[in-house]
């Protein structure tokens, strides 16, 4: 799972794998190692300690998770929930409410290119 790679990597500097993994309650490195390789199912159980552990956003690893357990069922979830939206996203879309005077403004070419220049692309 590539998110949880890039992920550890982030956090490598204040927190080991094994420390993660300890957080997260796996019995062992290896199975983090294993996720992490995909050769293991993220199981979902373990999703909201991970989450934690990893400090992402729970709704997004669980979508992943399930992504991993099942491709078919991840259309049904998000079928029937939407797209997952994010702590952080919430924060954006009220600033974004905020800043509009809560007129459900359009994104517009010009829009999209400022919020694009936020992230230099």
Known sequence: ????????????????????????????????????????????????ALAKALECDPARLFMLAVEQQDSALALVVREIFGTAVTKNEVDWLEEIRSASDHIDPSLTTKAKKAIRGLFGK
């Open 1 to 48: 799972m590539k998110f949880l790679e890039k992920r550890i990597l982030e956090l490598r500097p204040r927190m080991t794998q094994v420390e993660i993994a300890a957080e997260a309650g796996f019995p062992s490195t290896n199975m983090l190692a294993m996720v992490k390789a995909g050769t293991c199912k993220l199981p979902l159980d373990r999703v909201p």
